[in-house]
Protein backbone atom coordinates (compact mmCIF):
# COMPACT_ATOMS: atom_id res chain seq x y z
CA UNK A 1 0.00 0.00 0.00
CA UNK A 2 1.64 3.47 -0.75
CA UNK A 3 1.44 6.01 1.89
CA UNK A 4 0.85 9.98 1.69
CA UNK A 5 3.24 11.85 3.44
CA UNK A 6 2.08 14.74 5.62
CA UNK A 7 2.82 16.78 8.58
CA UNK A 8 0.62 16.57 11.76
CA UNK A 9 -1.07 20.04 12.08
CA UNK A 10 -2.73 19.40 15.59
CA UNK A 11 -3.24 16.95 18.77
CA UNK A 12 -5.90 16.71 20.80
CA UNK A 13 -6.07 13.35 23.07
CA UNK A 14 -4.57 11.02 20.41
CA UNK A 15 -6.19 12.38 17.46
CA UNK A 16 -4.18 13.82 14.97
CA UNK A 17 -4.88 16.26 12.22
CA UNK A 18 -2.47 15.73 9.45
CA UNK A 19 -2.26 18.28 6.96
CA UNK A 20 -1.64 17.04 3.27
CA UNK A 21 -2.00 18.77 -0.18
CA UNK A 22 -3.59 21.36 1.27
CA UNK A 23 -6.26 19.32 3.20
CA UNK A 24 -6.58 18.16 6.44
CA UNK A 25 -7.15 14.47 7.91
CA UNK A 26 -8.57 13.03 10.81
CA UNK A 27 -6.21 10.43 11.70
CA UNK A 28 -5.33 7.65 14.49
CA UNK A 29 -1.84 6.18 14.79
CA UNK A 30 -1.42 2.33 14.18
CA UNK A 31 -0.59 0.79 17.34
CA UNK A 32 1.95 2.45 19.89
CA UNK A 33 3.61 4.62 17.48
CA UNK A 34 6.63 5.97 18.80
CA UNK A 35 10.11 7.54 17.80
CA UNK A 36 12.59 8.02 20.15
CA UNK A 37 10.33 6.75 22.60
CA UNK A 38 8.14 9.38 21.95
CA UNK A 39 4.08 9.53 20.90
CA UNK A 40 3.63 11.81 17.83
CA UNK A 41 3.77 15.29 17.94
CA UNK A 42 2.54 18.56 16.32
CA UNK A 43 5.16 19.31 13.69
CA UNK A 44 5.89 16.04 13.04
CA UNK A 45 6.16 14.70 9.23
CA UNK A 46 4.32 11.56 8.98
CA UNK A 47 3.31 8.52 6.61
CA UNK A 48 0.03 8.00 6.80
CA UNK A 49 -2.88 5.91 4.47
CA UNK A 50 -6.14 7.95 3.81
CA UNK A 51 -9.57 6.87 4.64
CA UNK A 52 -12.63 7.32 3.54
CA UNK A 53 -14.01 10.98 4.79
CA UNK A 54 -11.10 12.66 5.44
CA UNK A 55 -9.74 10.09 7.62
CA UNK A 56 -6.59 8.21 8.04
CA UNK A 57 -4.06 5.94 10.12
CA UNK A 58 -0.61 7.22 11.12
CA UNK A 59 1.50 4.68 9.61
CA UNK A 60 5.13 6.64 10.69
CA UNK A 61 6.72 8.96 11.95
CA UNK A 62 9.67 10.17 10.34
CA UNK A 63 13.17 11.44 11.96
CA UNK A 64 12.78 14.61 13.51
CA UNK A 65 15.17 17.65 13.14
CA UNK A 66 14.60 18.50 17.05
CA UNK A 67 11.69 18.49 19.99
CA UNK A 68 10.39 19.96 22.43
CA UNK A 69 8.59 18.09 25.53
CA UNK A 70 6.39 20.97 27.11
CA UNK A 71 4.74 22.06 24.83
CA UNK A 72 5.61 18.39 22.80
CA UNK A 73 6.06 20.42 19.15
CA UNK A 74 8.52 19.04 16.63
CA UNK A 75 10.60 20.28 13.83
CA UNK A 76 10.82 23.82 15.05
CA UNK A 77 12.92 26.57 13.97
CA UNK A 78 12.28 28.86 16.45
CA UNK A 79 11.37 29.98 19.75
CA UNK A 80 9.50 33.20 20.34
CA UNK A 81 10.00 34.56 23.93
CA UNK A 82 7.23 36.81 24.95
CA UNK A 83 7.82 39.64 27.44
CA UNK A 84 5.96 42.47 28.69
CA UNK A 85 6.71 45.87 30.63
CA UNK A 86 4.02 45.32 33.25
CA UNK A 87 0.93 43.31 33.74
CA UNK A 88 2.32 40.97 34.44
CA UNK A 89 6.40 42.37 35.62
CA UNK A 90 8.62 40.59 33.12
CA UNK A 91 10.12 37.65 34.59
CA UNK A 92 13.83 37.90 33.52
CA UNK A 93 15.09 35.06 35.00
CA UNK A 94 12.80 32.80 33.41
CA UNK A 95 13.16 34.39 29.99
CA UNK A 96 17.59 34.02 30.19
CA UNK A 97 16.60 30.51 31.56
CA UNK A 98 14.56 30.40 28.40
CA UNK A 99 17.28 31.66 26.26
CA UNK A 100 19.91 29.66 27.15
CA UNK A 101 17.47 26.41 26.83
CA UNK A 102 16.56 27.60 23.07
CA UNK A 103 20.30 28.23 22.26
CA UNK A 104 21.41 24.83 23.56
CA UNK A 105 18.62 23.17 21.66
CA UNK A 106 20.39 24.60 18.08
CA UNK A 107 17.18 26.25 17.91
CA UNK A 108 16.71 30.87 17.19
CA UNK A 109 15.61 32.41 19.45
CA UNK A 110 13.56 36.02 18.90
CA UNK A 111 12.54 38.51 21.63
CA UNK A 112 8.92 39.66 21.37
CA UNK A 113 8.11 42.90 24.10
CA UNK A 114 3.76 42.43 24.14
CA UNK A 115 2.07 45.13 25.66
CA UNK A 116 3.41 48.22 24.13
CA UNK A 117 0.18 50.36 24.32
CA UNK A 118 0.85 50.41 28.26
CA UNK A 119 4.28 52.26 27.82
CA UNK A 120 6.68 52.40 24.84
CA UNK A 121 9.45 53.80 26.79
CA UNK A 122 9.11 50.98 29.10
CA UNK A 123 9.30 48.38 26.12
CA UNK A 124 11.87 50.04 25.22
CA UNK A 125 14.37 49.63 28.25
CA UNK A 126 13.45 46.20 28.48
CA UNK A 127 14.48 45.75 24.84
CA UNK A 128 17.93 47.01 25.41
CA UNK A 129 18.51 44.73 28.43
CA UNK A 130 19.10 42.34 25.37
CA UNK A 131 20.72 44.12 22.84
CA UNK A 132 23.66 42.33 23.00
CA UNK A 133 22.11 38.81 23.36
CA UNK A 134 22.45 37.57 20.07
CA UNK A 135 18.39 37.98 19.36
CA UNK A 136 16.27 40.02 17.27
CA UNK A 137 14.05 41.79 19.32
CA UNK A 138 10.30 43.14 18.01
CA UNK A 139 8.00 45.64 20.32
CA UNK A 140 4.17 45.07 19.47
CA UNK A 141 1.20 45.72 20.65
CA UNK A 142 -1.38 42.58 20.31
CA UNK A 143 -4.22 44.78 21.30
CA UNK A 144 -3.36 47.47 18.73
CA UNK A 145 -1.49 45.86 15.75
CA UNK A 146 1.18 47.31 16.04
CA UNK A 147 4.61 45.84 15.14
CA UNK A 148 2.49 42.47 13.86
CA UNK A 149 4.00 43.01 10.82
CA UNK A 150 7.67 43.49 11.45
CA UNK A 151 7.00 40.36 13.70
CA UNK A 152 6.27 38.15 10.53
CA UNK A 153 8.97 39.71 9.24
CA UNK A 154 11.30 38.61 11.54
CA UNK A 155 9.75 35.11 11.16
CA UNK A 156 10.47 35.17 7.72
CA UNK A 157 8.83 31.87 7.11
CA UNK A 158 10.05 29.80 9.64
CA UNK A 159 8.14 27.44 12.40
CA UNK A 160 7.79 28.80 15.42
CA UNK A 161 6.58 28.39 19.20
CA UNK A 162 5.57 31.25 21.57
CA UNK A 163 6.84 30.75 25.68
CA UNK A 164 6.87 32.90 27.99
CA UNK A 165 4.95 33.56 31.33
CA UNK A 166 1.12 33.17 31.39
CA UNK A 167 -0.44 36.37 31.02
CA UNK A 168 2.16 38.14 28.60
CA UNK A 169 -0.60 37.89 25.66
CA UNK A 170 0.64 34.58 23.96
CA UNK A 171 -2.59 33.44 22.46
CA UNK A 172 -3.41 37.00 21.35
CA UNK A 173 -0.44 37.41 19.56
CA UNK A 174 -0.94 33.83 17.60
CA UNK A 175 -4.50 35.18 16.97
CA UNK A 176 -3.46 38.53 15.21
CA UNK A 177 -0.24 36.98 13.26
CA UNK A 178 -2.36 33.58 11.77
CA UNK A 179 -3.33 33.16 8.59
CA UNK A 180 -6.37 31.39 7.07
CA UNK A 181 -6.38 27.99 8.54
CA UNK A 182 -7.59 24.64 7.22
CA UNK A 183 -11.08 23.30 7.47
CA UNK A 184 -10.81 20.41 10.07
CA UNK A 185 -13.00 17.41 9.12
CA UNK A 186 -14.30 17.59 12.92
CA UNK A 187 -14.60 20.32 15.43
CA UNK A 188 -13.21 20.24 18.48
CA UNK A 189 -15.98 20.19 20.51
CA UNK A 190 -17.71 17.23 18.13
CA UNK A 191 -14.30 15.08 18.70
CA UNK A 192 -14.55 15.97 22.09
CA UNK A 193 -17.81 14.59 22.58
CA UNK A 194 -16.77 11.47 20.38
CA UNK A 195 -14.31 10.61 22.87
CA UNK A 196 -16.34 11.34 25.93
CA UNK A 197 -14.22 14.30 26.83
CA UNK A 198 -15.07 17.77 27.59
CA UNK A 199 -13.70 20.79 26.25
CA UNK A 200 -12.04 21.68 28.98
CA UNK A 201 -9.75 19.00 29.27
CA UNK A 202 -8.60 18.51 26.24
CA UNK A 203 -5.61 19.49 25.78
CA UNK A 204 -4.41 21.20 22.39
CA UNK A 205 -1.41 21.31 20.30
CA UNK A 206 -2.03 22.90 17.17
CA UNK A 207 0.17 24.67 13.98
CA UNK A 208 -1.69 27.55 12.58
CA UNK A 209 0.09 28.74 9.21
CA UNK A 210 1.38 32.55 8.82
CA UNK A 211 0.26 34.28 5.84
CA UNK A 212 3.85 34.79 4.79
CA UNK A 213 4.69 31.39 5.30
CA UNK A 214 5.66 29.12 8.37
CA UNK A 215 3.70 28.50 10.69
CA UNK A 216 3.13 28.96 14.55
CA UNK A 217 2.29 26.88 17.17
CA UNK A 218 -0.81 27.47 19.42
CA UNK A 219 0.04 25.17 22.48
CA UNK A 220 -0.85 25.54 26.35
CA UNK A 221 2.54 26.64 26.94
CA UNK A 222 5.26 25.91 28.41
CA UNK A 223 5.22 24.23 31.76
CA UNK A 224 8.16 24.04 34.29
CA UNK A 225 10.62 22.94 32.32
CA UNK A 226 14.62 21.83 33.54
CA UNK A 227 18.08 23.21 31.88
CA UNK A 228 20.26 19.57 30.85
CA UNK A 229 23.40 21.33 30.58
CA UNK A 230 26.49 21.55 32.94
CA UNK A 231 27.37 24.60 34.98
CA UNK A 232 30.51 25.38 32.85
CA UNK A 233 28.57 25.03 29.59
CA UNK A 234 26.27 28.04 30.28
CA UNK A 235 28.65 30.63 29.44
CA UNK A 236 28.58 29.34 26.32
CA UNK A 237 25.03 30.68 25.78
CA UNK A 238 25.40 34.37 26.73
CA UNK A 239 27.02 36.06 23.61
CA UNK A 240 28.05 38.99 25.62
CA UNK A 241 30.67 37.20 27.57
CA UNK A 242 32.64 37.03 23.96
CA UNK A 243 36.05 38.34 26.12
CA UNK A 244 35.90 35.47 27.83
CA UNK A 245 39.29 33.94 26.10
CA UNK A 246 40.87 37.17 27.76
CA UNK A 247 40.25 35.81 31.26
CA UNK A 248 43.57 35.22 33.77
CA UNK A 249 42.17 31.91 34.27
CA UNK A 250 41.14 29.25 32.12
CA UNK A 251 38.18 27.66 32.40
CA UNK A 252 36.92 31.01 34.29
CA UNK A 253 33.06 30.53 35.93
CA UNK A 254 33.20 34.79 35.62
CA UNK A 255 31.82 34.65 38.66
CA UNK A 256 34.44 34.48 42.12
CA UNK A 257 38.07 34.81 39.73
CA UNK A 258 40.27 37.41 40.01
CA UNK A 259 40.78 39.26 36.48
CA UNK A 260 37.94 38.36 34.76
CA UNK A 261 37.57 40.08 31.36
CA UNK A 262 33.67 39.32 31.95
CA UNK A 263 33.56 41.00 35.31
CA UNK A 264 35.22 43.48 34.44
CA UNK A 265 32.52 44.28 31.57
CA UNK A 266 30.02 44.11 33.80
CA UNK A 267 31.64 47.23 35.61
CA UNK A 268 32.53 49.03 32.58
CA UNK A 269 28.90 48.77 31.51
CA UNK A 270 29.62 46.92 28.65
CA UNK A 271 27.68 43.43 29.56
CA UNK A 272 24.05 43.77 31.01
CA UNK A 273 23.92 43.79 35.02
CA UNK A 274 20.36 42.35 35.09
CA UNK A 275 21.72 40.15 32.52
CA UNK A 276 24.95 38.87 34.40
CA UNK A 277 23.11 38.81 37.48
CA UNK A 278 20.53 35.91 36.13
CA UNK A 279 24.02 34.09 34.90
CA UNK A 280 25.07 33.85 38.12
CA UNK A 281 22.13 32.59 39.51
CA UNK A 282 20.92 30.00 36.97
CA UNK A 283 24.82 29.04 37.15
CA UNK A 284 24.59 27.88 40.83
CA UNK A 285 21.35 26.47 40.21
CA UNK A 286 22.98 24.29 38.06
CA UNK A 287 26.00 23.63 40.32
CA UNK A 288 23.58 22.45 43.14
CA UNK A 289 21.66 20.17 40.90
CA UNK A 290 25.37 18.26 39.83
CA UNK A 291 26.02 18.51 43.66
CA UNK A 292 22.72 16.70 44.57
CA UNK A 293 23.35 14.52 41.36
CA UNK A 294 26.49 12.47 43.08
Do not use: W
Amino acid sequence: MEFAQGIIISVIAGYYYVEHAGKAYLCRARGKLRLDDLPPMAGDMVLFSPGPDDTGTVEQVLPRRNYLLRPAVANIDAVIIVLAPEKPAPNLLMADKLLALIKSQGLSALLCINKADLGTQAARELADIYKDAGVTTVICSALTGEGMGALLAAIGGMTVVLAGQSGVGKSHISSRIAGKQLELPVQVGNLSAKIGRGKHTTRQVSLLPLPGGGKVADTPGFSVFELEMNSRELQLYYPEFSRSALCKFSPCSHIHEPECAIKQDVEAGQITKTRYDNYVKIYYELVEKEANRY
